[in-house]
């Protein structure tokens, strides 16, 4: 079966602090995986993807096969990095369809 | 630039009233989707649409209709509503559903059942 585990519902830290935002996922295959960030009552906007091996807003994440993870990373958190994190799956019927964790929120405190 | 545009954005319903949720985007993709988000319960997926003329169910169909109107709108009907479909709604799009293409959501709408 195909899913996308997000272990934390909250993660708190200070500002400066290294974040890590964990995600595990079940997929059989070469999974395609995506970080989507959603600031207070706002859209889902796309944070990055794995095939693309960027960095934006200075996060970063790396697919590890062997643990079947796609933890996100940030050395040095910010207070506008509050926001609730969504790690994504794309579903292998070729349907475009993702399947979402079930997020966890990030709160950078002073 | 607008993108995936969503109306209403706010409704309150009365338990067995209908509606319909608007959804349009304006960036020539042809896969649409709807998804709900529950607190706890990441995003689901409710309908989709790959291309335009064709629609199928998601992981959570149950209690909704959706039409392809044409390439750009794709609405999502609550025929009775129900307490348990208070929900945030998105609809979002992508170009394709190949490797590489991105999903791009709308702003959501909140929709509470009474």
């Known amino acids: 079966a195909q899913r996308v585990t997000q272990p934390e519902k909250l993660l708190s830290v200070f500002k400066g602090a290294p974040v890590e935002l964990k995600c595990n996922y079940s997929y059989s295959g070469s999974p395609e995986l995506f970080w989507y960030v959603q600031y207070s009552r706002q859209r889902l906007q796309l944070l990055l993807r794995?095939?693309s091996r960027e960095s934006i807003k200075g996060f970063t994440a790396d697919l590890n096969k062997g643990e079947t993870s796609f933890h996100l990373k940030k050395p040095f958190a910010q207070e506008e990095d509050s926001a609730m994190y969504y790690c994504a799956l794309k579903d292998s019927s070729n349907t475009g369809k993702l399947i979402f964790g079930q997020g966890t929120t990030l709160q950078v405190k002073p | 630039n607008a993108g995936v545009t969503q109306t209403p954005k706010f409704q309150v319903l009365k338990t067995g009233q209908s509606m319909t949720l608007q959804c349009a985007q304006d960036?020539?993709?042809?896969?649409m989707y709807w998804y709900r988000q529950d607190p706890g319960m990441g995003l689901r997926l409710i309908y989709y649409?790959?291309?335009?003329?064709?629609?199928d169910k998601g992981e959570v169909p149950n209690g909704y209709n959706v039409s392809r109107l044409n390439k750009r709108e794709f609405s999502l009907r609550l025929e009775s509503a129900a307490p348990s479909q208070t929900s945030v709604y998105f609809c979002?799009?992508?170009?394709?559903?190949?490797?590489?293409?991105?999903?791009?959501f709308g702003e959501g709408s909140w929709l509470t059942v009474v």
């Open positions: 649409s790959a291309s335009e003329g064709t629609t």
């Open positions: 960036m020539n993709h042809n896969s």
């Open positions: 794995h095939i």
């Open positions: 979002a799009s992508s170009r394709g559903t190949g490797v590489g293409n991105t999903i791009y």
